[in-house]
């Protein structure tokens, strides 16, 4: 930073102050800030990835948790201070390259400079040939000219004339290409994120799905997109196949999952069947499917006091960990008492001192329910909506605990009713999303990376050829030939590209 | 018999990297005797020497060889170093391919297999620029980081191998990871050269290039390797909206991918910012590559990320 004061009039300020903004050490400042204003988002769990972990850590650090909440560590990449900082990287971006722009485009358009009046002095190679002075111009002219290079032949005031050239014009458009595709890119990630939407849905085996907002578990759209325009379609998971590791090495680790999918679109005649896997999305219009998890759904039949069956459905229970230790809730309404229940699901069961009933293995291959029964009020009709995955017992009263295998029955104490575990049934959970600006953000992107390329492995050069009499005169003519060269980046020579010059010149008139 | 096959494929492997690491501590040593050797050295006369070769001729040149030796001690050393690094290579190579002949797949399935083909990375990014110019002098800065990569790849991260989970059976899985493999091998041997030009001149490093050498050759490996990472970085983004819905979701990895490219970024700004260009710059491309390693061992070890599988 200049340590020079800001001067005092305003528009003089204005300018002083665009001035820094737009400068390098500006930028490479406003990059460090980017860096490290990056890091909490990698630390701290995000709203926008794990809504869960985050009201977990909110719970964990009561103290803590609300004031990180408050200042945005929970959602770094929405955050006004991490706006502030990409927003003003930006506008220095522009600041800084759109004059070089034009700097660039007269560059382009205009004759390289001419050639020094003493050549010597920037190294290079000196030597004496027998030609004609226009000959040997010609010559390096023309080899010049095979070669790429942009020239122009000029004349000194003593006689000597010579040829200037210059190359490497595609280093700074390429710079210049890299940080506008950067914008572009950024344009993209506005398009996606003011038209986009996405939205997760939970399907059960056999269970269909059609594509409107309130078939949607979680539906997020941007500002500019409407549930309106969704594309029309639906489907059913007629099978979800999944096979786990076995051997003993990384044992349950997931080894294939695909769903097995017949899909229907108003305006086309039958069905078409799809099979979606992790890496194979399905493509829908604008709209893309993709499998995103899985997990099983108890099937409970429960009885009420008078062995009336009031709900026979599998639950959707959502899985823990790696071995799919699930974990779910029952609510039946329509009984008297209302019945509410707490489940764990295990698909391959066991108990320990230490982590109570739990599962050790994903696939079904030991399937048990440990269920915790309350009876009271749900409080369901208190009018706040309540999420199918949390029971509040807080007017209930809790009848008891007890394991079920499949086929097994639970007499509730009291007479309450009973509950039955009649089989289970596999989900799988899919995100549908639409993101317009995506195809924008990757031909930024690889205009990016031509541009960055370009940028960094071209390097400008500008050469000269400088021929001159010879003083003294022999039988056949001789002259005097100057070849240098530099190149404008540090560490960079020109060495090369003279030597190949001399090289042609002294071949020619060998 | 196919069992049998495959134990025997699997030993073939993991012998072939405790071969490469035996040889590559070979190597280490000998680059640190050319090392110690060389401390003695001036480097002025070595380059005289060099041009009494050139220019003269018959049995002059015969007597300046003679000369040339006793003034590099170190150099025989350095040879020997150069050429048991090339075997080292060599037979990462070898363990590498046979991982994944006996996988069955590409040997990057989890951290172990990642880390191995780094290693691998790294000594093929010094080797080829080897070819291209005399990188003697760089070669225990390289050995050294290379060993502690295998070394922690086989203690730490080791795991049998297993097929792949479903999330990485794409041919994504290849480009994406070459490119970063190759990538951070390139500034691995940046940091190297970054690092070296910060105590060149100093000490024991009177030996060593000038510092302003040497922070050329920082600027032209970042150069080669940040197109490269910005490539995996694109290519990685390309297979993520392809298997999870979004070509970018701030997820520890991608963050830290993304914190290590703004950085690097930052270098080469600076190495075109007066005042920023010599000591500044090479401090920044070490702080990029500690960014590189945080993305590289600590997402996976430390933070819960969609990038954790496979053992680690």
Sequence with gaps: MSTSLPPMSQRGFLRWLWRQLTSMKTALILLFLLAIVSIPGSYFPQRGTNPILVDQWIADYPTFGPIFDSIGLFDVFGSPWYSAVYILLFISLIGCVVPRLGVHWRAMRSQPPPAPKNLSRLGGDTFEIEGESDAVIENAHAFLKKNHWRTVIGEDADGSRWVSAEKGYLRETGNLVFHFSLILILVGIAIGGLFGWRGNVIVREGEGFSNTLTQYDAWGGGRLSSAESLPEFTFTLESFNVEFERGNSQAGAPRLFEANMVVDRPGEQGSTTHLVEVNEPLVIDSAKVFLVGHGYAPHLIVRDSKGQVVLDDAVVFLPQDGNFTSTGVVKVPDSEPQLGFRGLFLPTSAISEELGPHSIFPAPDDVSVFLGAWAGDLGLDSGVSQSVYTLNVDNMTQLGLESLRVGQTWQLPDGSGSIELAGFERWASFQIASDPGKELALIAAILAIVGLSLSLFIQRRRVWVKVGQVTEQGPSSRVKVEVAGIAKASGHDAIEQVDNIVETLKGRSA | ?312
């Design chain 2, 1 to 312: 018999m196919d069992f049998v096959n495959s134990v025997e494929l699997a030993d073939a492997s993991n012998n072939f990297v405790y071969a490469s690491m035996v040889i590559l501590f070979l190597a280490t040593i000998s680059f640190s005797v050319s090392f110690a050797a060389g401390r003695r050295r001036v480097p002025q006369i070595e380059v005289f020497s060099r041009r009494v070769l050139v220019e003269s001729s018959g049995s002059q040149v015969h007597e300046s060889e003679v000369e040339l030796t006793q003034l590099d001690p170190g150099r025989r050393a350095a040879n020997i170093g150069m050429s048991l690094t090339w075997l080292a290579a060599v037979m990462l190579l070898m363990g590498v391919l046979l991982r994944g002949v006996w996988a069955g797949r590409v040997p990057w399935g989890n951290m172990y297999e990642f880390s191995i083909s780094s290693a691998l990375g790294i000594l093929v990014v010094f080797l080829v620029w080897s070819t291209q110019r005399d990188l003697r002098w760089l070669g225990l800065f390289v050995t050294i980081p290379t060993l502690l990569t295998l070394g922690m790849a086989v203690t730490v991260l080791y795991t049998e191998s297993a097929q792949l989970v479903p999330a990485l059976k794409s041919y994504w899985l290849v480009i994406h990871v070459f490119a970063a493999i190759i990538g951070g091998g390139a500034f691995t041997v940046g940091a190297a050269t970054a690092g070296l030009s910060l105590i060149s001149g100093k000490g024991w490093f009177t030996q060593l290039p000038s510092r302003e050498k040497l922070e050329g050759l920082t600027h032209k490996i970042i150069a080669f390797s940040f197109p490269i990472w910005t490539f995996a970085v694109v290519a990685g983004a390309i297979w993520a909206e392809n298997a999870w819905g979004r070509y970018w979701g701030w997820d520890p990895k991608e963050t830290w991918a993304f914190i290590t490219w703004v950085i690097f970024a930052a270098y080469l700004h600076a190495r075109s910012t007066a005042g920023w260009k010599h000591q500044k710059a090479s401090v920044i491309a070490i702080v990029g590559w500690l960014a590189f390693l945080v993305n590289y061992f600590g997402v996976n070890i430390f933070i819960n990320s969609l990038h954790s599988y496979a053992g680690v």
